[in-house]
């Protein structure tokens, strides 16, 4: 059974950097053929697709987000991270890790983690 855990500060100050991790278990992030997602949801908005790392190594950011984001790996501890800079109140959101068959669909899901910005 494959588990994702995110973690991270619940409370991030305005125009500081988030630090996000998704703590993998079941499966190794290195496994042919997925990628490790990041999504979030904003409260009373729909998800929004932050960007994903694959099972190569390979990185992609969604256009809006990637001057700030970036996505990393440990393939010792098998954990992915995530690093979103320059936070305002608009990125106050439920993060989610996700592992994705690529390029169908989402396998597993994380619980998600509840960040807020403060001004």
């Known amino acids: 059974q494959v588990q994702l855990q995110e973690s991270g500060p619940g409370l991030v100050i305005s125009s500081q950097t988030l630090s996000l991790t998704c703590i993998v278990s079941?499966?190794?992030?290195?496994?042919?053929?997925?990628?490790w997602t990041w999504i979030r949801q904003p409260p009373g908005k729909g998800l929004e697709w932050i960007g994903y790392?694959?099972?190569?190594?390979?990185?992609y950011y969604s256009p809006s987000l990637k001057s700030r984001t970036s996505i990393s790996r440990d393939t010792c501890k098998n954990h992915i991270t995530l690093q979103l800079s320059s936070v305002t109140p608009e990125d106050t959101a439920v993060y989610y890790c996700?592992?994705?068959?690529?390029?169908?669909?989402?396998?597993?899901w994380g619980q998600g983690t509840q960040v807020t910005v403060s001004s």
């Open positions: 996700a592992r994705r068959l690529w390029p169908l669909r989402y396998d597993d």
């Open positions: 079941g499966a190794s992030i290195t496994t042919t053929g997925y990628a």
């Open positions: 790392i694959s099972w190569s190594d390979s990185i």
